[in-house]
């Protein structure tokens, strides 16, 4: 039997290669804490969430909206700006829960997690902050 690849060996170049694929299932099994600090958190706020392929930006707020790390007040400008006008729900679902779960209660941030707790790949995560 082969030994099974350690969450910790994997780089966030290879779940960008994923999403593209959209490979979730890895993409999902395989995010762990060190994607979640400060380098990769950088990428998405600064490069992830503007690159054309929209599985790439569902990544990049994907690790957004699983880190806690903290978000400087123009890196939210950003986001909320994102969250209204990126093309792709999903992603504008995500950068909603990734300002929501910092406290950012906004009414556009609010409407964004209303709609978001209807859909069916992020519903429940909308959902578990809205409790």
Avoid: C
Avoid at 93 to 99: F, G, I, N, Q, W
């Amino acid at each position: 039997m082969e030994p099974k690849m350690e969450q910790n060996d994997t780089t966030l170049e290879q779940l960008i290669e994923a999403a593209q694929k959209e490979n979730w299932d890895f993409v999902d099994g395989h995010i762990n804490n060190s994607h979640l600090t400060s380098e990769p958190i950088n990428w998405a706020l600064n490069i992830g969430l503007y690159i054309e392929d929209q599985n790439v930006r569902d990544l990049a707020a994907t690790l957004l909206d699983r880190s806690d790390e903290e978000i400087k007040p123009e890196d939210v400008e950003k986001l909320q700006k994102i969250m209204v006008e990126d093309s792709y729900h999903i992603v504008r679902y995500r950068v909603a829960v990734a300002l929501y779960k910092r406290g950012n209660r906004n009414s556009v941030v609010e409407q964004m997690m209303q709609e978001a707790k209807n859909d069916p790949d992020v519903g429940d995560l909308a959902e578990s902050y809205l409790e």
